[in-house]
């Protein structure tokens, strides 16, 4: 799908290939809505033809529900639920990572064997 709509239906995962983004509402029924960035170091999909598998889960740490869950065969599944601890301390990497990630990107654009290693070793970590 390439344009998301601005009223998303519930249990629909909106993919833009435009926009490397997958968005869709809570699992829980909140109605906020999900946006995951598909980048190499944040979410990563994969299309079967018929179902959409994210990866890593979806953590709605900023929501109220603050839900916890994977999206596999385009189907929730629900992980275990965090401690505000584990949240914050997994939030806090995450979010230095994607600025390391970009300041590194910006630095360096065409490099293509530095590029192929770094992916490389980000899939076998
Ligand atoms: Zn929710």
């Not at 833009?16 to 990563?44: D, F, M, R």
């Not at 490099?111 to 076998?124: A, E, N, P, S, V």
Request: hydrophobic residues 35%; proline residues 3%.
């Amino acid at each position: 799908m390439k344009f998301i709509p601005d009223r998303l239906k519930k249990g629909v995962i909106y993919v833009s290939y435009e926009y490397n983004t997958v968005i869709h509402l809570c699992a829980c029924g909140c109605g906020n809505k999900v946006v995951t960035p598909i980048t190499p170091i944040q979410w990563s999909y994969s299309y079967n033809g018929e179902s959409i598998s994210l990866s890593p889960s979806i953590g709605n740490w900023n929501f109220d529900c603050k839900s916890h869950y994977w999206v596999r065969d385009s189907q929730f599944v629900w992980a275990e639920n965090w401690s505000e601890d584990k949240i914050s301390k997994v939030q806090q990497n995450e979010q230095k990572e994607i600025i390391d990630f970009f300041e590194e990107k910006s630095e360096r654009k065409e490099d293509g064997f530095i590029t192929k290693i770094f992916k490389y070793l980000k899939m076998i970590n």
